[in-house]
């Protein structure tokens, strides 16, 4: 499994671009960037190399966790899948590129989209240095109409991207994303209600053009959890120095919380449950919501039953497990 730490070679390109920059200056930029998306705005704010670097400080670490993580996911489900492409939509500084590039060796040809011209810049200066990224081809343009231009891929990848588009632009853009894609595609949002909600909206909508879904879902149906609950996983990642500095906060790690979709070609053929909360442990059962193949389900699993109940204590949030009911 990859790990959700930056890896090295995206570190050190990180901190060449840090020497000489100002630490209070990113956490005063990166928190204005962050007060914009949460009012419901996007990367218009990041104009120049001090703003696309402190957005970078501030929530490449975070969005590389959950990318990761997602990825995982998908690996595990789809353990033979060896992409040799990769598109990567609203691709910002890399992050998501990083990410696949990590996770899938077989990738060869990376091909990356966004409109905002400062992340751009960063984003190739990141990955100047890299033998397998350094001829990425990096397109300037709006997500839809840079799309269309490219050519399809075995991987594409969105990555908090669709939040920052209206309904109908998402609508649009799924269905040219699904156009796109060769084997996979995999959408990750904020793991938040509407982040969710995002994902719910664009899995039902290339479902009905023939997608399958990979994870987290053990099933093409309906998701059957009801308001106010919402279907998100959690990753923890460590903070670096400079990343508290930025985010002015105390602790070592941060969790981040997202919400992500694989979808896929051709049905795969096993698809276990998904543990859809951190199970609970006592010295009787472990209790677990589990989202199976037949909906939701909690499960209890009795001390008495010892192998079931010592493989029950190492589920996490998130893992995709054998149970089913």
Same mark, same amino acid.
């Given at each position: 499994?990859?790990?959700?730490?930056?890896?090295?070679?995206?570190? /050190?390109?990180?901190? &060449?671009? %840090?020497? &000489?920059?100002?630490?209070? +200056?990113?956490?005063?930029?990166?928190?204005?960037?962050?007060?914009?998306?949460?009012? =419901?705005?996007?990367? &218009?704010?990041?104009?120049?190399?001090?703003?696309?670097?402190?957005?970078?400080?501030?929530?490449?670490?975070?969005?590389?966790?959950?990318?990761?993580?997602? %990825?995982?996911?998908?690996?595990?489900?789809?353990?033979?899948?060896?992409?040799?492409?990769?598109? +990567?939509?609203?691709?910002?500084?890399? $992050?998501?590129?990083?990410?696949?590039?990590?996770?899938?060796?077989?990738? *060869?040809?990376?091909?990356?989209?966004?409109?905002?011209?400062?992340?751009?810049?960063?984003? @190739?200066?990141?990955?100047?240095?890299?033998?397998?990224?350094?001829?990425?081809?990096?397109?300037?343009?709006?997500?839809?109409?840079? @799309?269309?231009?490219?050519?399809?891929?075995?991987?594409?990848?969105?990555?908090?991207?669709?939040?920052?588009?209206?309904?109908?632009? *998402?609508?649009? %853009?799924?269905?040219?994303?699904?156009?796109?894609?060769?084997?996979?595609?995999?959408?990750?949002?904020?793991?938040?209600?509407?982040?969710? /909600?995002?994902?719910?909206? @664009?899995?039902?909508?290339?479902?009905?053009?023939?997608?399958?879904?990979?994870?987290?879902?053990?099933?093409?149906?309906?998701?059957?959890?009801?308001?106010?609950?919402?279907?998100?996983?959690?990753?923890?990642?460590?903070?670096? !120095?400079?990343?508290?500095?930025?985010? =002015?906060?105390? %602790?070592?790690?941060?969790?981040?919380?997202?919400?992500?979709?694989?979808?896929? !070609?051709?049905?795969?053929?096993?698809?276990?449950?998904?543990?859809?909360?951190?199970?609970?442990?006592?010295?009787?059962?472990?209790?677990?919501?589990?989202?199976?193949?037949? =909906?939701?389900?909690? $499960?209890?699993?009795?001390?008495?039953?010892?192998?079931?109940?010592?493989? /029950?204590?190492?589920?996490?949030?998130?893992?995709?497990?054998?149970?089913?009911?």
């Amino acid at each position: 499994m990859t790990s959700p730490d930056l890896p090295a070679e995206l570190k /050190a390109a990180l901190d &060449g671009k %840090l020497r &000489g920059f100002s630490r209070s +200056d990113a956490a005063g930029r990166a928190a204005a960037i962050s007060k914009t998306y949460r009012d =419901g705005g996007g990367s &218009g704010t990041i104009r120049s190399e001090t703003d696309a670097l402190a957005y970078a400080l501030a929530r490449m670490p975070a969005t590389y966790a959950a990318m990761t993580a997602s %990825l995982n996911a998908l690996v595990e489900i789809k353990p033979d899948f060896a992409p040799n492409s990769l598109v +990567d939509i609203g691709a910002g500084p890399g $992050t998501a590129t990083w990410a696949a590039a990590e996770t899938f060796p077989s990738l *060869q040809r990376f091909t990356l989209l966004d409109s905002n011209d400062a992340l751009r810049t960063l984003a @190739l200066d990141l990955v100047a240095d890299s033998f397998r990224l350094r001829e990425a081809s990096y397109q300037r343009g709006e997500a839809r109409a840079a @799309l269309a231009n490219a050519d399809t891929a075995d991987l594409v990848v969105a990555s908090y991207m669709i939040g920052e588009i209206g309904d109908a632009e *998402q609508r649009a %853009l799924a269905e040219l994303m699904w156009q796109k894609t060769r084997d996979t595609l995999l959408v990750v949002e904020p793991g938040t209600p509407a982040g969710y /909600a995002r994902i719910i909206a @664009l899995r039902a909508q290339l479902i009905t053009l023939g997608a399958h879904v990979a994870a987290p879902c053990p099933h093409d149906g309906e998701c059957p959890l009801q308001p106010p609950d919402w279907c998100h996983f959690t990753q923890r990642l460590q903070r670096s !120095r400079a990343h508290k500095q930025v985010k =002015g906060a105390e %602790l070592p790690f941060e969790d981040e919380k997202f919400s992500y979709v694989a979808l896929t !070609r051709a049905p795969v053929v096993h698809r276990p449950s998904r543990v859809l909360a951190q199970p609970v442990v006592s010295k009787v059962e472990v209790t677990a919501k589990l989202c199976t193949p037949a =909906g939701l389900a909690l $499960t209890k699993v009795p001390r008495r039953a010892k192998a079931d109940y010592a493989g /029950a204590r190492r589920w996490r949030w998130g893992d995709a497990v054998a149970q089913e009911s």
